[in-house]
Structure formats: structure tokens, C-alpha cells
């Protein structure tokens, strides 16, 4: 079924709506912004359904029916009452689980959203989304589509850029659309003129290295990962520039593995599946870009889609190949499916030779080592700048993108792709020392020709939640463009 959705005014949306769901904690589910808002009929025992609610850490709902000649449901859905420091304070995970299954197949629904500041908006829309997934091959009912629409009430009553709020939540839904398509649909070469859709939609310059060229051009590390499919490896680098040009160079790259076999180093038959999600790092890059265009932002951003299919053929690359990157530094490749980090050290590298960006910013499903270190709701980030850590952490916490610092040590992790023939190997000797630090090093180790700030973000495990795509990384880049130095 297809969704629609849109962020409206409380009226408007109250009145048309057969199915009204408020989403708050306690306090603010009962406060008089929200009783105004709920029909007549049931507001003397609004508090006794609030109440009847116990939250516990995911948040809990109860429904009533109204009567009528078209009757219609109301829904409440109490957010947890603890939040950590570690979390957002939206409590967005709880609005996407409160969510599931109570959006009507027919009519109209409201989704009001009793907020404690408006600055949580960005989060609690998004996670909206996360609700509704965009996409779908179902067959039954064809012509199904349903509208949803989220009206917003915050306790400070600060004013809502409901513009900017809808390119948020859209970028979002983009990123776990891409995600959650099959490579069937999303091969490389559909990826590069969804790129190039892109670009002449939002009035960006956008150049394209793909097939042999690549080689030609010294990417050798995206080359070798691509060769041996059928839809051959591509380099997209989107490029805006503002009008002022005052702003940052912002270098966003992201791995863009639209399948992901393991390559001769092949994958079981159960960790097979999902790989189709193996370039969440350059849906969020192109979701964000496309966004961030649109919403005017006076900084400049570079952004470097790195797409290749890791498949297995006669021209795979091969354990014991030596390959030759575009840093001009050699990797001798012990693992075929450590695929990620060298599609990446091209990009950093490419982008850093040819450009001069403030700050490098690498997305990428990289390591399942990510999942055991900081989680599946938070992204492992490591940075070499501390400031940009710091505001990375609270941008996190802002826009929903939870992300949590690993580890920047490049002395203690080095060793670990020492080789006998090469500069160095792309997997690691010892699995036990910081295995997602030192993936993340590997491509520090191909930024050669650069020494400005590097954020290195891996979101394996927030990318997916379950087996849909949430469109993680987009609402964090497009945070990060406006976050406090």
C-alpha cells in the first residue's frame, strides 16, 4: 500500500481525519493545546485513557471508537517517561513502534504529535515515516493509497518551518525507499541516473566515472570490487555550490554496495540475505544532497556516490590480488568481502585530490564489528577532530540519528593490515582490537592528501530495523550542516 504523507496545520488535519492518533508523554498528552484538539465526546475520559497506559522504556496505546453516522478512532500512544543522555529526547524509536499497525488501510489519518519543544520536531516526524514504509511490490490491492498527515503541538510553542520539517522527513523516506530496494530495481546503473535525476531536478553539476574508466582513472579499489558483475562499478560525485559561497566545503561520502555476495569470499546462505541494504551509507548521501539543495543551504557540498556490486564471476577480484588505489597506495586483498572500505578509501581519496573540503564525511554499512560495539540504534562514528565528535554526538541526538564516538587511535590499529608484499591488506589480523576502529582506519589511511577533519560514520546497524530500511544517516547529515561550532 502506498502512503502519503505530509505535515499539516492541527485544525485542518483534526477536522478531516477518521482516525486521530496523539503521541506524547503523559504531561503533555494532557494538556489543554491537546484536549481542545480531541472530539467532545470523549475528553471527560481522556485522563482515565492516558492513564490506563504504563509506558515502561517503549511506550504503550490504548483506542476508543466514536459513534456516528461514519464512525471514526481515536488512538493514544504514551511515549516512555525515562529518556537517557544517550538518547534522543523525542524518543523517536518509541513513536516508529507505537505507530505500527494503527494507521487505517482506508480514510484519512491524523498523527498529532504533543511535543515538549519544538526542536524535537525533525525527530518525532521522521520517526513517523519510519512507520510507513515507502516501499512496496505488493500486488493486492493495486490502487490502494492512503493519506497521513502529522500535525505538530509543542510546549514552548516556538514557531514550525514546516517546509524545512517536510524535507527532513521526505530525505528520510528516500533513504529507506533506496534501501529497501531490491538490486534487481537498484543496480548501479539505475543508481547513476537516479543521480543524474537528481541533480537536474535540483539544478546540481554532477559527473559520472563508471565501467573500465575507472581503472583507467587509477580507482582501483572500486574497480576491483565491481568488475565481475553485469551492471559494472560507478563513481558519481554531485557537486552545489551557493550563490554566497561563505559557507563550508562539506565532502559527504558515501558506499553505495547495492549487492554485496562477499565476492569469492562468499557469504552463508543465512548472512546472505539483506544485502541489498549494503549502500544505506549512499542512499542517505543522495537523500540529504537532494535536500539540502533544496533547502538553500549556504555551504557547499561535494557528494560522492561509490556504487559498485560485489558479485562473484571470472573477473572477481581474487584473495592475494594486489590492488593499486586511487591514493597511489597498494592493498594486497585478504578478504573479498571487506569490500566496503575499499570502494571508500577511492572515494576519500578522489574527493581530497580534486577538491578542498572543510571536512570529509564517510558514510557506509560497514562492519557487523559496529553492532557489538556501540549498538543497533546508535552508529559508531570515529573522527579525528574532537570538536566535530562533539557536535556530531549532539546532532545525533537532535535529528533522531543516534551516533556514539569509537575509538580514534590510528597507531594502535595500523599494525593490523601489515602485509609481507603490499602497503597494506583491507581486513584485519586480529579480529579482537577494535575491529570497527580499525575498518574506519583503513580508510584514513588513503586520505594522503589531506589533514582537516575526518568523520568517519559506520551504520550497519541503523540502517535497517528488521528487515525495512529507516532511512538513517540522511536527517544527521543534513543536522550536521547546520550544527553549532
Known amino acids: 500500500?502506498?502512503?502519503?504523507?505530509?505535515?499539516?496545520?492541527?485544525?485542518?488535519?483534526?477536522?478531516?481525519?477518521?482516525?486521530?492518533?496523539?503521541?506524547?508523554?503523559?504531561?503533555?498528552?494532557?494538556?489543554?493545546?491537546?484536549?481542545?484538539?480531541?472530539?467532545?465526546?470523549?475528553?471527560?475520559?481522556?485522563?482515565?485513557?492516558?492513564?490506563?497506559?504504563?509506558?515502561?522504556?517503549?511506550?504503550?496505546?490504548?483506542?476508543?471508537?466514536?459513534?456516528?453516522t461514519s464512525p471514526s478512532k481515536v488512538v493514544v500512544g504514551v511515549l516512555p517517561e525515562e529518556c537517557s543522555r544517550h538518547n534522543c529526547a523525542a524518543r523517536p524509536h518509541s513513536i516508529t513502534t507505537l505507530l505500527k499497525g494503527k494507521i487505517s488501510a482506508e480514510g484519512e489519518t491524523c498523527v498529532i504529535l504533543a511535543l515538549e519543544e519544538a526542536s524535537h520536531a525533525i525527530a518525532a516526524t521522521s520517526a513517523v515515516a519510519r512507520a510507513l514504509p515507502a516501499y512496496t511490490r505488493k500486488t493486492a490491492p493495486v490502487q490502494?493509497?492512503?493519506?497521513?498527515?502529522?500535525?505538530?503541538?509543542?510546549?514552548?510553542?516556538?514557531?514550525?518551518?514546516?517546509?524545512?520539517?517536510?524535507?527532513?522527513?521526505?530525505?528520510?523516506?528516500?533513504?529507506?525507499?533506496?534501501?529497501?530496494?531490491?538490486?534487481?530495481?537498484?543496480?548501479?546503473?539505475?543508481?547513476?541516473?537516479?543521480?543524474?535525476?537528481?541533480?537536474?531536478?535540483?539544478?546540481?553539476?554532477?559527473?559520472?566515472?563508471?565501467?573500465?574508466?575507472?581503472?583507467?582513472?587509477?580507482?582501483?579499489?572500486?574497480?576491483?570490487?565491481?568488475?565481475?558483475?553485469?551492471?559494472l562499478p560507478a563513481l558519481v560525485v554531485l557537486d552545489h555550490v551557493p550563490e554566497d559561497g561563505n559557507g563550508l566545503t562539506f565532502g559527504w561520502v558515501g558506499?553505495?554496495?547495492?549487492?554485496?555476495?562477499?565476492?569469492?569470499?562468499?557469504?552463508?546462505?543465512?548472512?546472505m540475505p539483506g544485502m541489498k541494504t549494503d549502500m544505506g551509507g549512499a542512499a542517505a548521501v543522495l537523500a540529504a544532497f537532494r535536500a539540502a539543495v533544496k533547502l538553500e543551504t549556504g555551504h557547499r557540498i561535494i557528494a560522492l556516490l561509490c556504487l559498485a556490486e560485489n558479485s562473484v564471476g571470472p573477473d572477481a577480484t581474487r584473495p592475494d590480488d594486489i590492488l593499486t588505489m586511487y591514493s597511489g597506495l597498494t592493498v594486497e586483498v585478504n578478504n573479498t568481502d571487506a569490500e566496503g572500505r575499499l570502494v571508500l578509501a577511492d572515494g576519500v581519496a578522489y574527493l581530497t585530490r580534486h577538491y578542498s573540503p572543510d571536512i570529509v564525511i564517510d558514510l557506509a554499512t560497514l562492519t557487523g564489528a559496529q553492532l557489538v560495539a556501540t549498538g543497533q540504534r546508535h552508529a559508531g562514528i570515529v573522527c579525528n577532530d574532537e570538536n566535530w565528535e562533539k557536535r556530531t554526538v549532539l546532532t545525533g541526538r537532535r535529528t533522531g540519528d543516534l551516533v556514539h564516538p569509537l575509538p580514534y587511535c590510528p597507531e594502535f590499529y595500523r599494525k593490523e593490515f601489515k602485509s609481507a608484499v603490499a602497503d597494506m591488506k583491507n581486513s584485519v589480523k586480529d579480529r579482537m582490537n577494535a575491529q570497527t576502529s580499525c575498518a574506519a582506519q583503513f580508510v584514513g589511511n588513503h586520505l594522503v592528501d589531506y589533514q582537516g577533519p575526518w568523520l568517519h560514520i559506520d551504520l550497519a546497524g541503523p540502517a535497517t530495523d528488521g528487515e525495512r530500511g529507516t532511512g538513517y544517516g540522511a536527517n544527521l547529515l543534513l543536522g550536521l550542516l547546520d550544527a553549532e561550532a
Open 144 to 231: 490502494a493509497r492512503r493519506r497521513v498527515n502529522i500535525a505538530l503541538i509543542a510546549d514552548d510553542e516556538q514557531p514550525y518551518d514546516v517546509d524545512q520539517l517536510q524535507l527532513h522527513m521526505d530525505a528520510n523516506r528516500l533513504a529507506a525507499r533506496l534501501v529497501d530496494t531490491p538490486a534487481s530495481e537498484l543496480h548501479t546503473e539505475a543508481f547513476v541516473e537516479l543521480a543524474r535525476e537528481t541533480a537536474a531536478h535540483v539544478g546540481a553539476e554532477i559527473s559520472v566515472l563508471e565501467g573500465e574508466s575507472l581503472a583507467h582513472a587509477g580507482l582501483g579499489g572500486l574497480w576491483g570490487v565491481g568488475k565481475a558483475s553485469t551492471h
Open 1 to 68: 500500500m502506498q502512503t502519503d504523507i505530509q505535515i499539516v496545520e492541527l485544525t485542518a488535519a483534526v477536522n478531516a481525519a477518521s482516525t486521530r492518533i496523539y503521541i506524547g508523554r503523559r504531561d503533555y498528552l494532557l494538556s489543554d493545546a491537546i484536549i481542545a484538539s480531541i472530539p467532545h465526546e470523549i475528553q471527560d475520559r481522556w485522563e482515565t485513557m492516558v492513564d490506563a497506559c504504563s509506558p515502561g522504556d517503549a511506550g504503550k496505546s490504548t483506542e476508543t471508537w466514536l459513534a456516528g
Open 255 to 271: 558506499k553505495g554496495i547495492v549487492y554485496d555476495t562477499g565476492g569469492l569470499s562468499i557469504k552463508s546462505k543465512t548472512g
